[in-house]
């Protein structure tokens, strides 16, 4: 079972609306956890970064919250614009002394802006 | 600085065929890594290295091959082509101690 559970697992939305992304996960222990954007064709590149006592983070129309008591964390997207087209990644660390462990990935939320 | 580079971006393999993926980073990190993506899934580990002369297993690692004689290089070697090796494939790259990975454009590759 994958331990970061992401939905919705696409959505089209209209320029200028807002929309939020929501991520569950199982992972323990937790270390962080960060929102990739992926453009179509591209890989991922970081949009935010939280860790255990950050409730929330913003980048640029892009603000990621952080319930770590419930292990949920949503990426919220303001005033959509055709750009924002693309697959939101979540990404869960675990504090593991393996490296390969740390980084556990949802599946992606494909976000669909129209004009 | 280009960051994580990758050759090539496509390649259409056939079965029993063989392959390397490469991969090369100019940020000085030890960490490297190599996933794969399959449509509707997350990201795969299939290698990773913490350092040059270093590497080890991940999630999916069989058919796979890898090798990290640099810092900067990690090239990932497909023998024996088999249809269930048509993905994307992604090299990441990250510095010690620090969580960020920094991805590549990434070498879509089918096997007919």
Partial sequence: KNQ???SPQSLIILEGKNCTLQCNYTVSPFSNLRWYKQDTG?????????????????????????????????LHITASQLSDSASYICVVSARATDSWGKFQFGAGTQVVVTP | NAGVTQTPKFRILKIGQSMTLQCTQDMNHNYMYWYRQDPGMGLKLIYYSVGAGITDKGEVPNGYNVSRSTTEDFPLRLELAAPSQTSVYFCASGGLGVNEQFFGPGTRLTVL
């Fill in chain 1, 4 to 6: 970061v559970e992401q």
């Fill in chain 1, 42 to 74: 591209r890989g991922p590149v970081s949009l935010t970064i939280m860790t255990f006592s950050e409730n929330t983070k913003s980048n640029g129309r892009y603000t990621a919250t952080l319930d770590a008591d419930t292990k949920q964390s949503s």
